[in-house]
């Protein structure tokens, strides 16, 4: 009872489950109970800081896109780079090497003398010689002065194209396939160890004014 005559109201009883509440031991999630000055604040934690800084950098275990290079304007690749004459050579051999079935020696025939004419029209017109000849691109000295050497390399290159010039039946393409592979080995060999170019190979001398 009040001064004035009324009476003041007294708060609600806390129902049962405020009473369960507040009778529990249950803290802030890792907060002390016995020393609350140790409780860590999370928003001043160290960690939180380092959390939302590298929440940027992408995440090592989830894959991420991948854009390839774009290619360099004006690169060349190997095989463009690649000088034809070896792929001739390589060509040559393997087919020489390998001629495959003697009921297809006038078509194989034809094949190899293909690569050996596309051979011999771009040495002529200058082009780079094939990687493994050792033999020099220069001018030839006047026949009389030319040796054994000079006469070997152009006996060679001669039997390569009329071995593989040679018209027939199927067999004499494949007898013709088997001088061209033996003449071949010789050319191959000879400009590899050094020999100079056979006569249709050999530049043209300087003009003499």
Not at 171 to 194: H, I, N, S
Request: with cysteine.
């Amino acid at each position: 009872m009040s001064a004035h005559g009324f009476s003041t109201p007294r708060p609600p009883e806390p129902d049962a489950r405020s009473r369960a509440l507040a009778s529990s031991n249950l803290q802030p999630f890792g907060s002390d109970p016995r020393n609350p000055s140790n409780s860590p604040n999370l928003f001043n934690s160290p960690n939180l800081a380092t959390t939302l800084n590298s929440s940027d950098s992408p995440d090592p275990r989830v894959p991420q896109s991948h854009t390839p290079p774009r290619p360099v304007v004006g690169a060349v690749s190997a095989k463009e780079t690649a000088s034809r004459t070896d792929e001739l050579v390589s060509e040559i051999w393997r087919i020489l090497d390998h001629p495959g079935r003697s009921a297809h020696a006038a078509r194989t025939l034809a094949r190899a003398d293909r690569l050996f004419s596309e051979l011999d029209r771009r040495i002529r017109s200058g082009e780079p010689l094939p990687s493994s000849w050792r033999a020099a691109l220069r001018p030839a000295p006047p026949p009389p002065r030319r040796g054994i050497a000079y006469e070997y390399a152009t006996q060679c290159y001669d039997g390569v194209s009329e071995a593989l010039r040679e018209v027939g039946g199927v067999v004499v393409a494949w007898r013709a396939l088997r001088e061209a592979a033996r003449a071949w080995e010789r050319l191959d060999r000879a400009l590899t160890e050094r020999a100079p170019l056979p006569e249709p190979w050999l530049p043209a001398p300087p003009r003499q004014e």
